[in-house]
């Protein structure tokens, strides 16, 4: 089971809109709409921000949002603030042998 | 209040076996498959495995297959992960997570609560 690919690293000034990519492919981004991103601060759990591609959970920030094209799914944080500094994984559901696989994660740095 | 706390990591030499446990509190139990998740030092999240409801299916990575085995007591609202044969690069923070049920009862295929995490230290 190979984890999805993201970049490792993100950077934008406070106020700006980032992009983070997921990619992986046709038995699990690509087939399901499952997809879901974490944020992790250091030396804490990782939170979920978006699920079911687009969806957000209560609580979490309208400046978060998700979306899938093809075998990428994609999140935007708009209005980059210092507090989205963190560790950022997608996941998503997978046809194989385990139920989800997580991607290789991406260090979003606040300028 | 939904809590998980995860206990039982602590270290132990290659080949060794060690048992962790999840104690669930503030929701049902026995509705929610659960996973583990582990993160090695400085690296990113790996999936371990899953267990449904019953504890009648379950689920493993390649890495961890034969070695691991994954059980619950849903009396006791405890998660297990027996760990065997442990090898260096099995030295990690182990989560273990809820998957999250919609309100019509199906899942919505994702981790919803997290514990905090239990140390493994694989050394001799």
């Known amino acids: 089971q190979s984890a999805l690919t993201q970049p490792a690293s993100v950077s934008g000034s406070p106020g700006q809109s980032i992009t983070i990519s997921c990619t992986g492919n046709?038995?699990?981004?690509?087939?399901?709409?499952?997809v879901s991103w974490y944020q992790q601060h250091p030396g804490k759990a990782p939170k979920v921000m978006i699920y079911?591609?687009?969806n957000r959970p209560s609580g979490v920030s309208n400046r978060f949002s998700g979306s899938k094209s093809g075998n990428t799914a994609s999140l935007t944080i708009s209005g980059l603030q210092a507090e989205d500094e963190a560790d950022y994984y997608c996941?998503?559901?997978?046809?194989?042998?385990?139920?989800?696989?997580f991607g290789t994660g991406t260090k979003v740095t606040v300028l | 209040e939904v809590q998980l706390v995860e206990s039982g990591g602590g270290l132990v030499q290659p080949g060794g076996s060690l048992r962790l446990s999840c104690a669930a509190s503030?929701?049902?139990?026995?509705?929610?498959?659960m996973h583990w998740v582990r993160q090695a030092p400085g690296k990113g999240l790996e999936y371990v495995s899953a267990?449904?409801?019953?504890?009648?299916?379950?689920y493993y990575a390649n890495s961890v297959k034969g070695r691991f085995t994954v059980s619950r007591d849903n009396s006791k609202n405890t998660l297990y992960l027996h760990m065997g044969s442990l090898r260096t690069e099995d030295m990690a923070v182990y989560y273990c997570a809820t998957e999250a049920y919609g309100s019509s009862g199906y899942s919505m295929y994702f981790l919803d609560y997290w514990g905090q995490g239990t140390l493994v230290t694989v050394s001799s």
């Open positions: 267990i449904s409801r019953s504890g009648d299916s379950t």
């Open positions: 079911e591609v687009s």
């Open positions: 503030g929701f049902p139990f026995s509705r929610y498959a």
């Open positions: 996941s998503s559901y997978t046809s194989t042998s385990t139920p989800f696989v």
């Open positions: 046709r038995s699990d981004v690509g087939v399901y709409n499952y």
